[in-house]
């Protein structure tokens, strides 16, 4: 167990819905990363959130929002859902904003859109 | 852009024997390079890191070698077991953006 936890595990939309996904990152991290992973491309970064402001973007698409509350737990949320959105989202959470602090990944959501 | 290139895709191996996996990366500032190791449906896990500094870094029957010339670094699995079997993917990072940027993986069996 990384300490990082996400819900829900698993969720099943529609097209075109919209739904949330919620991180909290281990006790005492202050970075959160976003990840997508699908079969067809992989891992793929998303957003990074140090301290709640976004630190950098990947290729994050539009329709793609997130943010880092206060008490530093995160929500992803995907509007207007497709069916290629469905993939494996993680988050990972890491004490500082560099790359001398590990990435702790959570267990993922897995999203299916039918 | 940022770009890492893994090879190769799937890999099987004997128990017993090594197994090396191989990545390409584009980007010369990156200076921090980990290997993740991911069960089927678990997450990715840190196995073992390297930074630019060094150019090889051994953890009982893990290594990784980096060769910042040639931008290219390896992981090299010894007296491989069927617990080994998951999927490897690399990582590259630097100090303009934090984020990892990933390989394709790597599936790895070892067969008993």
């Known amino acids: 167990d990384s300490g990082v936890t996400q819900t829900p595990k698993h969720l099943i939309t529609a097209t075109g819905q919209r739904v949330t996904l919620r991180c909290s990152p281990r006790s005492g991290d202050l970075s959160v990363y976003w990840y997508q992973q699908s079969l067809d491309q992989g891992l793929q970064f998303l957003i990074h959130y140090y301290n709640g402001e976004e630190r950098a973007k990947g290729n994050i698409l539009e329709r793609f929002s997130a943010q880092q509350f206060p008490d530093l737990h995160s929500e992803l949320n995907l509007s207007s859902l497709e069916l290629g959105d469905s993939a494996l989202y993680f988050c990972?959470?890491?004490?500082?904003?560099?790359?001398?602090?590990?990435?702790?990944f959570g267990p993922g959501t897995r999203l299916t859109v039918t | 852009g940022e770009n890492v290139e893994q090879h190769p895709s799937t890999l099987s191996v004997q128990e017993g024997d090594s197994a090396v996996i191989k990545c390409t990366y584009s980007d010369s500032a990156s200076n921090y390079f980990p290997w993740y190791k991911q069960e089927l449906g678990k997450r990715p896990q840190l196995i073992i890191d390297?930074?630019?500094?060094?150019g090889e870094k051994k953890d009982q029957r893990i290594a990784v070698t980096l060769n910042k010339t040639a931008k290219h670094f390896s992981l090299h699995i010894t007296e491989t077991q069927p617990e080994d079997s998951a999927v490897y993917f690399c990582a590259a990072s630097g100090d303009s953006s934090y984020k990892l940027i990933f390989g394709s993986g790597t599936r790895l069996l070892v067969r008993p």
């Open positions: 390297i930074r630019s500094n060094v």
């Open positions: 990972a959470s890491s004490v500082g904003q560099g790359n001398l602090y590990e990435q702790y």
